[in-house]
């Protein structure tokens, strides 16, 4: 299969193309490389079936992937993961969040439906769902997103089922909740919870919690969100919104005191005051993840910190 996976070069996009090249796909990564580094790549930056192209999807896709047309090379499927990710960034920067996470999502499905694409997958979030009443929320929850961020993804919801409907773009949409892992980037003032921790306890620095410490988050492991990734890229058929999480929620002092744990480290945790407009409880209902696709996550919370432990200790 011919895969172009947009955002590969990021954290999420980097282990997805681990697992396309380990089947044997032939990858193109598009990436501008704003948050993402080939150095993610780094094992495979001298495979032949890996092919990088520096770009900006707001620009369009006809243009970088000219040469690989040149050659008589039509793309399979699409990840589309490339985005702008922090929630708390795109209330500061609504317009660059509106210029990536909806121009981009379409500029991807553009060439999708005119190299007639036979799938795309797209990376939506939980926080399409907003605060919502019911936790663990399943996917018919109302859909009131309160962040620039959370508006862009469910836009791009709406863009994909439409290019499904209307184009004949076969497309799935997964709802990603937390996702940790190695290659999280831990120096952005946007980081996720998990990769901050890790990083401060693998420096044997003191770890911090807004508030109380008692809300609670669904952390699904990255190879978990690979397994689905795949599986919708397998699927030909269009399919619905479906949640990627565990189903658990974890309180943020628990994870805090599971990373020291992990880390065989003994460090405080300080808690500071809480922060304004924070979601108190995010849980998935992961039903349909396992109806549709047979998945479920497999990989325990312990498992996965010792996984970012482990690399975070390799040298280089
Ligand atoms: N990490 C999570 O917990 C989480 C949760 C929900 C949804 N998601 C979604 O998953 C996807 C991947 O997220 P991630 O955590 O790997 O973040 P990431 O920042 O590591 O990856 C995003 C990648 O997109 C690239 N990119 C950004 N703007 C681009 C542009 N205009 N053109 C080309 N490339 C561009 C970046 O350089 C980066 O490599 C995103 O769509 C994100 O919204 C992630």
């Not at 969040?97 to 991807?108: A, E, F, L, P, S």
């Not at 439906?113 to 939980?126: E, G, I, L």
């Not at 405080?268 to 849980?283: D, M």
Request: hydrophobic residues 40%; glycine residues 10%; aromatic residues 6%.
């Amino acid at each position: 299969m011919n895969v172009l996976v947009t955002g590969g070069a990021g954290f999420i996009g980097s282990h997805v193309v681990d697992r396309l090249l380990e089947r044997g796909d032939e990858v193109w990564v598009l990436d501008d490389l704003s948050t993402g580094k080939w150095a993610n790549l780094g094992e495979h930056l001298a495979n032949p079936k890996l092919h990088r192209i520096q770009a900006d999807i707001t620009e369009g896709l006809f243009a970088p992937m000219a040469a690989a047309e040149a050659l008589g090379i039509t793309v399979d499927g699409v990840v589309h993961l490339a985005a702008l990710v922090s929630v708390v960034r795109s209330m500061d920067e609504p317009l660059a969040d509106v210029r990536t996470n909806v121009r981009g999502t379409v500029q991807v499905l553009e060439y999708a439906r005119r190299r007639a694409a036979k799938k795309v997958v797209f990376a939506s979030s939980a926080a399409v769902y907003g605060d919502v009443a019911t936790v663990p929320t399943p996917e018919g929850a109302p859909l009131a997103p309160l962040s620039p961020y959370g508006v862009d993804k469910l836009t791009g919801e709406h863009f994909m089922r439409m290019y499904a409907e209307v184009h004949g773009v076969p497309t799935s949409v997964l709802r990603f909740f937390n996702v940790y892992g190695p290659r999280q980037d831990p120096s952005s003032p946007y980081s996720g919870v998990i990769s901050i921790f890790t990083n401060r306890a693998s420096r044997g620095q003191p770890l911090g919690i807004y508030g109380d410490g008692g809300q609670t988050r669904d952390f699904v492991y990255v190879g978990d969100v690979v397994n689905a990734i795949v599986a919708c890229l397998d699927t030909p058929e269009s399919t619905p919104p479906t949640n990627v999480g565990t189903g658990q929620g974890t309180s943020i002092e628990t994870l805090a005191r599971t990373v020291l744990e992990v880390s065989e480290v003994d460090l405080a945790v300080n808690k500071g005051p809480a922060r304004a407009g924070e979601i108190r409880r995010s849980v998935a209902v992961v039903d349909q993840l396992k109806e549709r696709f047979g998945l479920c996550a497999e990989v325990p919370l312990a498992q996965g910190l010792a996984e970012i432990v482990a690399s975070l200790r390799e040298p280089g």
